[in-house]
């Protein structure tokens, strides 16, 4: 069964700190993406990545990082959290090919920033 | 800029109504239309339409796309509480491109 692992299901941070998302697929898929989800916004790609090393900005990269070193892991940082970055998180993997769901996501992470 | 539009954007039903979600998109280039399911967790996946017309079932749900107008819809027939969640629809572009547009989505609520 396919599997996308995000590290933890909830996290409460303070203004300030540094935070580390992870996920994990397991899929050896190329493809991978984190979103953010908030009420009435729906979806929105913060980064992607093709490959191990390449990353792409999404749609709303700013105040956000990301780090491939490997193709089944993509993390997603948060250099300095602000309370306008407390949402949920989704981690998403896909490998093209006939594959009909595409995207294959990851139960999300909460984040509240205090 | 690729567009996704969802209509409603909640609804409230009693258990063994029927339903329409719709999803309106306007997109550069068109490969694919999905539509997902998210309850407390992950989205998980409906159907993927690419030709007109055809209609793609599973159970009580149901789903077709419009090429012409650029919409599709998503029918669910006696609706029970476990159908209460967000839908989603979302776009492919074309061009083996994997950067779906989602739409802000359909909250359900099926009450008994």
């Known amino acids: 069964d396919v599997k996308v692992t995000q590290s933890s299901r909830y996290l409460v941070k303070r203004t300030g700190e540094k935070v580390f998302l992870e996920c994990v697929q397991d899929?050896?898929?190329?493809?991978m993406f984190w979103y953010r989800q908030d009420p009435g916004l729906g979806l929105r790609l913060i980064y992607f990545s093709y490959d191990v090393k390449m990353k792409e900005k999404g749609d709303i990269p700013e105040g956000y990082s990301v780090s491939r070193e490997k193709k089944e892991r993509f993390s997603l940082i948060l250099e300095s959290a602000s309370t306008n970055q407390t949402s949920m998180y989704l981690c998403?993997?896909?490998?093209?090919?006939?594959?009909?769901?595409?995207?294959?996501f990851g139960s999300g992470t909460q984040l509240s920033v205090l | 800029e690729d567009k996704v539009v969802q209509s409603p954007l909640s609804l409230v039903v009693h258990e063994g109504d029927t339903v329409t979600l719709n999803c309106s998109y306007e997109v550069t280039n068109f490969r694919s239309l999905l539509w997902y399911k998210q309850e407390k967790k992950a989205p998980t996946f409906l159907f993927m339409l690419t030709s007109s017309g055809i209609e793609k079932k599973s159970g009580r749900l149901s789903s077709i796309l419009d090429k012409k107008e650029l919409f599709s819809i998503l029918n669910i027939t006696a609706t029970q509480t476990g159908d209460s969640a967000v839908y989603l629809c979302a776009v492919e572009p074309g061009a083996g491109s994997y950067q779906l547009t989602f739409g802000k989505g359909t909250k359900l609520s099926v009450i008994p």
């Open positions: 998403a993997s896909s490998g093209g090919g006939t594959t009909n769901e595409k995207l294959f």
């Open positions: 899929m050896d898929h190329e493809n």
